[in-house]
C-alpha cells in the first residue's frame, strides 16, 4: 500500500529481512512511498502524513520532475 507524505530530511529504510530498502529526499512537495516506510519517518519525525494530491496535482508534480 502507498501513502503520501512530506519529508523534511532525506531518509533512508530498509524492510526487515528484505531486499528492499527506500529512499525519500527532503522536499517541500508530497512524495509517494510504501506506507511502511512513511510511517517510520513520521515516528522517527522525518516526515508528515499528506493527503493524496487529486489527478491534476499528480500531473503537475510528475511534469515539474520532468517523468
Known amino acids: 500500500m502507498m501513502g503520501w507524505a512530506i519529508f523534511k530530511?532525506?531518509?533512508n529504510?530498509?524492510?526487515p529481512?528484505?531486499?528492499?530498502?527506500?529512499n525519500a529526499k527532503a522536499s517541500p512537495?508530497?512524495?509517494e512511498r510504501p506506507q511502511d516506510f512513511?510511517?517510520?519517518?513520521?515516528e522517527k519525525g522525518w516526515a508528515?502524513?499528506?493527503?493524496?494530491?487529486?489527478r491534476e496535482?499528480?500531473?503537475a508534480l510528475r511534469?515539474?520532475?520532468g517523468e
Open 9 to 11: 530530511r532525506e531518509s
Open 17 to 22: 529481512n528484505s531486499v528492499y530498502s527506500f
Open 29 to 31: 512537495e508530497p512524495q
Open 13 to 15: 529504510w530498509s524492510r
Open 57 to 59: 496535482e499528480k500531473r
Open 63 to 65: 511534469a515539474k520532475r
Open 38 to 42: 512513511i510511517d517510520y519517518a513520521v
Open 48 to 54: 508528515e502524513i499528506v493527503p493524496a494530491p487529486s
